[in-house]
Structure formats: C-alpha cells, structure tokens
C-alpha cells in the first residue's frame, strides 16, 4: 500500500517533471499538503483532499494563474521533502519559526490561530511547571507545539504523534492527560465532534514567540525567492479581492488571519 | 583545541555531527527500549512457540487446528497492521477499556507493542521450529524407541535437543528481522531508537541526522546478534561440520573447507 503511494508519487513526480522541462512558462506549482489535519486538511472516503488548507492552496494557484499539483506528504516528511524538489512549496498549516527558518523560507503568513491546551471537562489541570510536572501530554511530532512544550515544560511527558487525529483518539480513549495544538484544529478537529463532548480547553492561550512565531506560512526552498514573492502577492491577492474571506468563512465563524 | 574541532564539525561537515553528539544519549535510551522490546517478545515468544510447535509437529487434528489457524494470521499479515489493531484498534471499544486489561497493559503504548511483537515471532518460531521437529533424523528416534525411551522422554532428549540446534540459523534471521520490525513501536508513540531519529527530525528538521544514527545503531546491534548466533552455531553445531574443518585449522595455501 506504502509502496504503491510511493511509487504513485514518484510517477506523479516524473511526469510533472517532464513537463516542467517542455515549458518552464505557466509550470504546474506542485504543493505539498498534509490531510490528516481537520478542518485545515483531511481526506474524504473516495481519497479526494479537503478543507482550509487546499482550498486556499487553489485559490493561491488560480491568483498565480498556475495549475495546483497537490502532492500528500505525511507531517514529518514535509520539510526533507520540499528541500528533495518532491514538491515547490508547502501549504500545509506551518507555522514560520526560526528553527525551520535555518533550512527554508517562508512566505508572509496566511493565518494566525492561538495553542491552547485540551483536557477532560473538570480534569482540574492547572496549566503550570508544577502542575504539569509529569502529566502525560499528547502532541504532534515536528511541530512549534512540541518546541512550545519542551521549551516551556520540561518536566511534562511528552506523547508524540505522528498526526493531530492519533492525537485525538489518544486524548479521548484516556490514554494521555491532555493535548497541546491549534485551538481551531481542536475545536473543529476534536471538540465539536462526538469524541470530544466530555473535553475542554483549558489554560488559555499558549504563546511563545521563538516557537510559535508569526503564524502559519507558504514554505518555499531558500533559493527560491522569486517563488516566495508570487505567493506573497497571491496571498494579498486573494486576502484583496475577497476569495480569502469567502473560503474562510466556510470553515470559520471569525476572520482567521489575524491581527 | 575542543572548540576548534567543534567550530570545524559545525562549518564543513555536511551533517550536524555536533548536534548528534548533543543528544546522543537520547539515541542511547532509545537502542536501549528498542532491545528491551525485542528481546522480552523474544523470550516471550520464544516460551509460547514450543508448545505449540510440539503440537503443530504431532498429529492431533483438534489441538493442530487453532494453532495452525494462530501462525496463519500472524505470519499471514503485516506487523504493522498488528500493533496497530492491538493500540487503535483495541482501544476503541468500551467493554475492554473497562477490563482489569486495559490500566496495566493495553492503555500502555509499551505493552500493546510487546503483545503484538511477542504474538508475532511466536507465530514464526512455532513453524520454524515445527519444521526442525519434523525432520529429526528417523535413525535417532528409532534408536530411542529400541532403548525404551517413553514419548516425552524422547521428545525431552532426542527430538527438542536436536531441532533447538539445527533451527539455530534460521532463528538467528528471526532475531534480526525481529529487531528490524521493532521499529513499529515509534508509530504508537514509543520512543524507540527509531523514534528518537524521528523526534530530531521534528525538533531541528534535520532527517538525514536523525535516521543516518539511527542506522549506524541499528546496524551495530545487528552485527553483534549475528556475530553471537555465529558463536553459538560454532558451539551447538559443531557435531554436523565436518570434522577436519572445525578441529584443525585450514593448512596454508589450501582453501578453507569451513562452511
């Protein structure tokens, strides 16, 4: 199954490739996205990618006037992935941080959510060092949540995953105390679902500007700048002529981009 | 001196040896989970798969069928797919979270993979084994039976002896595919050698340095689980070489005659 993916990307890749080479003008924009991630990406039954992310994905693309190649690609592979040319640029809820700014570029940010921190109703979780202090907590590998945490929280057993909807399952069968990630993510991924009736937020908003940084980016291979700049125009394109807020106000009851 | 050679590593060496260095005792936890995990299902499977590797040997149709219809399934499927019925799958039914299984052993990432991975080699161990019982030369237990020995005497000092010794080559490939599907554990969260390459990938976006000493680990061990089977298959097996090989050394300029 892995493999056939594999060899179905690599396809995918080879052919892409091939007409990138025939006419370098209007090339096809291959794009990285992740899938596993709602109500920013996730896969339907039949397989076909949904949600914020993609949505936004072929607007940028139809701004850009480029054809989208959305290219899947599980959340830990992204970066190693996008620097092997497997796709040109990542539209898949990353946020821009220092740390990955020493491998790649972003582009400006297209939204800006708060972290905050999901518990069982009356769980009685004090968001502390000491309160914590060995309290099993479930995040996503490789991502500014688990920077956030091993920054701030030391002493707290980290969980990782290698997707939010593990994460979820985890938190709701009681296997870990609690979640760290994207307050939108865990609303709309996990709360306002039948598995998360019994949880809640709790703490407030998280935020710790060397991790968490700006908010989420388009990120692009560091020799790439002329890339960098047609996605910044097409984000202020978009965020201009009103296709941003029309896709965002499917998804969301506020404008998510942030101050 | 130190800070010279690190400042050298730090701006020529295209992988980020310093960073290795730094959290190498991390990777050290992680090759020691990784063997605890391999070797306790080792043992574990290894004690099951006698039993049943007696039965699968013997002709009893009622005791045959379950045990042929266990090694099936468990060799007939990934052990991916196992650990992940076991972890997830398990998981979501109510009834046996409330068991006394669910608080010790299955809400337990750890367990949940030592279950898996221990069915799994048993499975494998028991028609490994299966196949030594049934070829046990005839002249041996012929001989057994003219001595008087009862069933199980002859099971206990001819056959088992004797199929331990010529499985032993075999099972030395057993252990080390076992080791290598250990690497399963760091999808359910375990922070195995594997996982540790992982988690370095999620904090510094640095694959190469992650997974390259991982390997490099991995590696090791495997050399040194081939080098004891080799030590051990001198020591056990030393009565099926011929005699010239393992008693005398090769005489100069003459080929070796070792197997």
């Known amino acids: ?259 | 001196m130190g800070d010279s050679i690190v400042k050298f590593l730090e701006t020529w060496s295209p992988i980020d040896v310093v960073l290795i260095a730094q959290n190498f005792d991390r990777f050290l936890w992680g090759a020691l989970t990784t063997l605890e995990l391999t070797l306790i299902s080792l043992v574990i499977g290894g004690i099951l798969s006698i039993p049943l590797a007696i039965i699968r040997a013997g002709n009893n149709p009622i005791l045959n069928a379950p045990v042929w219809v266990f090694t099936y399934v468990f060799r007939g499927t990934p052990l991916l797919v196992q650990t992940y019925l076991i972890y997830y799958g398990l998981g979501q039914f109510e009834w046996i979270r409330e068991t006394f299984l669910w608080g010790p052993i299955l809400s337990q990432a750890w367990y949940c993979a030592l279950v898996a991975f221990s069915l799994n080699t048993a499975a494998y161990t028991t028609e490994l084994l299966r196949g030594s019982i049934v070829n046990t030369n005839r002249g041996e237990v012929e001989a057994a039976k003219a001595c008087g020995f009862s069933k199980a005497m002859r099971l206990r000092r001819i056959v088992l002896p004797s199929a331990f010794r010529r499985a032993l080559p075999a099972y030395s490939n057993e252990v080390i595919f076992m080791l290598h599907g250990s690497v399963v554990a760091s999808t359910i969260t375990i922070q195995d050698l594997l996982g540790v390459g992982r988690w370095l990938n999620g904090r510094y976006y640095l694959a190469y340095e992650g997974f390259i000493t991982a390997a490099v680990l991995y590696f090791i061990i495997v050399l040194m689980i081939s080098r004891g089977f080799r030590f051990w298959e001198k020591h056990w097996l030393a009565h099926l070489y011929p005699r010239d090989a393992v008693k005398t050394k090769p005489k100069k300029g003459l080929a070796s005659f070792r197997i």
């Open chain 1, 1 to 259: 199954m892995k493999f056939r993916k594999i060899m179905t990307l690599l396809a995918a890749a080879t052919l892409v490739l091939g007409m990138a080479s025939v006419s370098a003008q209007a090339a096809d924009l291959r794009v990285g996205v992740e899938g596993a991630y709602p109500p920013f990406s996730w896969k339907e039954s039949d397989g076909t990618l949904k949600g914020f992310d993609i949505e936004i994905a072929e607007a940028i693309c139809a701004e850009m006037k480029r054809k989208c190649v959305l290219i899947e690609q599980d959340w830990d592979g992204m970066i190693p992935a996008l620097l092997a040319k497997k796709f040109d640029t990542i539209i898949a809820s990353m946020s821009i941080t220092e740390e990955r700014k020493k491998r790649v570029n972003f582009s400006d940010k297209y939204y800006n959510t708060p972290a905050k921190f999901v518990a069982k109703k009356g769980s009685g979780l004090e968001i502390s060092k000491s309160g914590l202090k060995g309290k099993r907590i479930g995040l996503q590998r490789g991502t500014t949540h688990q920077c956030f945490m091993e920054k701030m929280y030391p002493d707290t057993e980290l969980v990782l995953y290698g997707t939010q909807d593990e994460v979820f399952q985890d938190l709701a069968i009681g296997r870990i105390d609690a979640q760290f990630s994207d307050s939108i993510a865990a609303d709309d991924g996990f709360l306002k679902t039948d598995a998360g009736k019994d949880f809640e937020f709790t703490g407030g908003d998280q935020h710790d500007e060397a991790c968490h940084g700006p908010g989420a980016g388009m990120t692009v291979r560091k020799q790439d700048d002329s890339l960098r700049m047609d996605l910044n125009k097409a984000i202020k394109g978009i965020r201009d002529n009103g296709v941003y807020q029309k896709i965002n106000a499917k998804y969301f009851e506020f404008d998510i981009f942030g101050g």
